[in-house]
């Protein structure tokens, strides 16, 4: 039976997208695009993460705007889930590596012999922001419509994906806040506090949806950017909770 097209929603479809995104062992309902009957089953938390499926269809629906239908790799739900899958399967993959793997992968469209570059662009870039918040097309293909951005940095067709994030996120030690028992960690804490930085400092909270900018600051506008999806890094924390080692990109990816 057919998946669902992309441009269609209903409230059985977010439990198969946890299971997409982080393994969920869903029950038989579920699985059945039916009311969850499972006190356990992880369904049940779809309702703590409403933020997350807002951005989700506003995604999918940006997607679905720009790209014509014969053109999109992506056809319905269940290829995005498919390709999902496929990145987090294998996240030394690099980009190029990805559209080859995505189009052995069978999915509802039939096989096409070659893809425009922007048709692939395009659907990568739906499947890497889903799976980690994180926009990772060139700067002049990246739609505004969610949130405008500055500079960035994207994946490239010959980069590893799990270099691309250790790229994004390089490991440092800060001074103070590394440092557990530095006795300034309290002090410094405290001073940090929102109440503080719009009272003393004037400054103003956004909320964004991209990782990297998390606590970006605009100067010009005295602007801090807050990342606001705290129910998605929630359900990432619990997926890796019992993985062991997990600080690697590679690791936390691929449960």
Known sequence: MPGKHLEEFDQYLFPRVGQALWSWKLCTACEGAKACITDSCPGRRVVRLQRYLQFYKAVVMTYVEDISEKDRVLKTHEDLWKAIRVLRSDPDTTRAGFYQTLLS???????????????????????????????????????????????????????????????????????????????????????????????????????????????????????????????????????????????????????
């Open 105 to 255: 992968t069978e999915t509802s469209i039939p096989p096409k012999s070659t893809w425009n570059q922007p048709d692939l662009d395009s659907a990568t870039t739906v499947v890497v922001k889903l799976l980690t918040m994180i926009d990772s097309s060139a700067l002049h293909r990246s739609s505004d419509r969610l949130e405008k951005g500055s500079s960035r940095i994207s994946w490239t067709d010959d980069v590893p994906f799990s270099k691309y994030l250790q790229d994004l996120f390089p490991t440092e030690n800060h001074p103070v806040l590394s440092y557990p028992t530095n006795d300034l960690l309290l002090d410094m804490k405290s001073e940090l506090k929102a109440i503080k930085l719009k009272k003393r400092l004037g400054i103003s909270l956004r909320p964004t949806h991209d990782l990297r900018n998390h606590l970006r600051l605009d100067r010009k506008s005295n602007t801090l950017e807050i990342y606001h999806h705290t129910g998605f890094l929630k359900e990432q924390l619990r997926a890796t909770k019992e993985h062991g080692d997990w600080s690697s990109p590679s690791a936390s990816i691929k449960l």
